[in-house]
Antibody, heavy 115, light 111 residues
């Protein structure tokens, strides 16, 4: 069955960097765009970034543009979120997902930005 | 830019029915959406994909009590025979080339 597993979360200081990873299985990874979605404590769901199946196009929410970079490795069925110059508002559970909508959510990985 | 609008809160009595609404921005009234449920302290759960014509495809194990419908820019989620476990946050989401959009969510209270 479809599975996406996030890793790489943790505590990071404001201004620091963190790299999240996601390994996918159960579908043809190279056929789909992939996304990161986050949920801050007590808040709603927020789309963060996506990269198209062929890696040629990536898109970002205004809140992270210029600070985060999404990338993928189709040979490994993995994708990543490089988080640079993090701020306290980036504290959230981050989910990796694919396609147009999410039929199966993973556990997510918690990122805490704190001094 | 697509915008999805949801009322922040709704309430209904145990055993009753409730309809939650997700409204698309005026230039995007033909878009399909997805509905998700998030019970307290849990991750989101996919309920259904809802098309412009009201047809919908539900996720595995979603009870028949959950149904969807559409009218113009409005996308509806109806929950009948409300149970205590239906008390949750409900989000709608749509997709465009290049980005996704989530509604702000509706917190449903079962009285």
């Amino acid at each position: 069955q479809v599975q996406l597993v996030e890793s790489g979360g943790g505590v990071v200081r404001p201004g620091g960097s963190l790299r999240l990873s996601c390994v996918a299985s159960g579908f043809v990874f190279s056929d789909y765009g992939v996304h990161w979605v986050r949920q801050a404590p007590g808040k709603g769901l927020e789309w963060v970034a996506c990269v198209h199946f062929d890696r040629d196009e990536d898109y970002y929410a205004e809140s992270v543009k210029g600070r985060f970079t999404i990338s993928r490795d189709n040979s490994k069925d993995m994708f990543y979120l490089q988080m640079d110059r993090v701020i306290t508002e980036d504290t959230a559970v981050y989910y990796c997902v694919y396609g147009d909508y999410v039929e199966s959510w993973g556990q997510g990985t918690l990122v805490t930005v704190s001094s | 830019q697509v915008v999805l609008t949801q009322s922040p809160s709704a309430s209904a009595s145990l055993g009753a029915s409730v309809t939650l609404t997700c409204t698309l921005s005026s230039r995007h009234t033909t878009f399909a959406i997805a509905w998700y449920q998030q019970q307290p302290q849990k991750g989101p759960r996919y309920l259904m994909k809802l098309n412009n014509d009201g047809s919908h495809s539900k996720g595995d194990g979603i009870p028949d009590r959950f149904s969807g419908s559409s009218s113009g820019a409005e996308r509806y989620l109806t929950i009948s025979s409300l149970q205590s476990e239906d008390e949750a946050d409900y989000y709608c989401q749509t997709w465009v080339t290049g980005y996704w959009v989530f509604g702000g969510g509706t917190r449903l209270t079962v009285l």
